[in-house]
């Protein structure tokens, strides 16, 4: 299995990485079709949410294999593995780790046998809060599920049920489920798709000709084809099989989708309840003008996520866009340790200043989010060096002030910066010579979704789904490792009218990975591939 470097998308500071995107489902059901690649055409799709582990399921009617392994798609599958994987229906998973650490144990698809001899095997987006209270249902069941992750808990519960179909299985335990989710999975027969009550990451669903289609973004449908057919509700779980599909719901929808996924998370390409994520974020960035205009030669996007924001800055503004900023796309995660020398250099082994294009300029850098600002800080000391008269920081999203517990692994509460500094600490922090934000009023209405339908706890701290405060929360909960939401280390957040608020449980403490190093494949890059049967 080939190992080293890794594409990443967004992380500038191997030793300050940014806020890690949640993982990617697909799921196919197509008779006739090569599952498989298409599975893994669509997991391609969506490397940009998880590049820790990735795997695929595949049924052909009489059982269920699964292959996985830790590294990007392109690293886990080729020609000689995914001929292996043959069958009907296929579920894939690309992982970054929000409940349990990044060792194979948790890569996905789960598989679990039931009792009637039939196998389950489960792909998760999102993260639980009610993790604890799961695993105290299977030992409660004298069940031994040996997990480490959220999901594999999910997949034990729902192969426990005996005297039930999977299906009714399901119904039963996702009411009792509660987070964030969106679960693709299958057994012999059946493809399903199930997304939790308040829709807080997206997953639609596609036509194929012969067949449908599940994902995380309507980017994935696209590059195998496929049509996009609707999102898959807040609350809903969907059953494909022969006889074509069926609709349930197991809870009334409360949609708060994540504000995040506008910002920085899902593909610009990506299509989210209708409003085009480019587009959104190209209407970020005209808003983020009418706000902190300045006078300035060019326009820059920190590069990539930076650059739809930028274009509209610039168009809004009326300041030429350009390039000051070129990102080597090829470093990534890598084993080979920098002198002291290469390290004291930081951000430089990723991205290079144009210095012809900055020197003598007065330059405007536009990006999406400010979290401990480490690569700010570095991003203007270069543009400085190169000879920019002076550095003006544009962001793309208002100042990032609480953790996430629905699977966006940022810091800690303590690490982010704008929770103990105000817009001009921020500045004199980063170095530049002025700084805005985009509101949270503006931001919203760049997506053109209602305020009561967005999940924005990030920003205001209010969080649509209740955390535990006397029980543990966090990435690493089953392995003994968790925190506490605890109550104390943080004022209660505003309640909008009408809208519940949680006094007390807005988390001191993110779900967030160990920050010191890279959370890639240290723990186990010898392993080797698996290749289950059940």
Known sequence: MPRGDGLLTHNLDPDSPGPQDACGVFGVWAPGEEVAKLTYFGLYALQHRGQEAAGIAVSDGSGVVVYKDLGLVSQVFDEASLASLYGHIAVGHCRYSTTGGPG??????????????????????GNLVNTLELARQVEKLGLDSGATNDTALVTTLLASRPDMSVEAAALELLPTVRGA????????????AARDPQGLHPLVLGRLERGWVVASETAALDIVGASVVREVEPGELLAIDENGLRSERFAAPEPKGCLFEYVYLARPDTTIAGRNVYAARVEIGRRLAQEYPVEADLVIPSPESGTPAAIGYADESGTPYGMGLVKNAYVGRTFIQPSQTIRQLGIRLKLNPLREQIRGKRVVVVD??????????AIVRMLREAGALEVHVRIASPPVKWPCFYGIDFATRAELLANGLDTEGIRRSVGADTLGYVSLDNLIAATEQPRNRLCRACFDGVYPVELPADTLVGKHVLEGIGRRADQSAAPVARAEAGEPSNPGRHGGAAAGHDQDGDPALAETAGAEPTRERR
């Open 104 to 125: 194979w144990e948790n890569a996905q698809p789960t598989l679990r046998s039931t009792s009637a001899g039939t196998t389950i095997a489960l792909a998760h987006n």
């Open 181 to 192: 989710f969106s679960f693709v999975f299958c057994d012999e027969d059946t493809l399903y």
């Open 368 to 377: 999406d989010s400010i979290v401990r600002g480490n690569t700010q800080r």
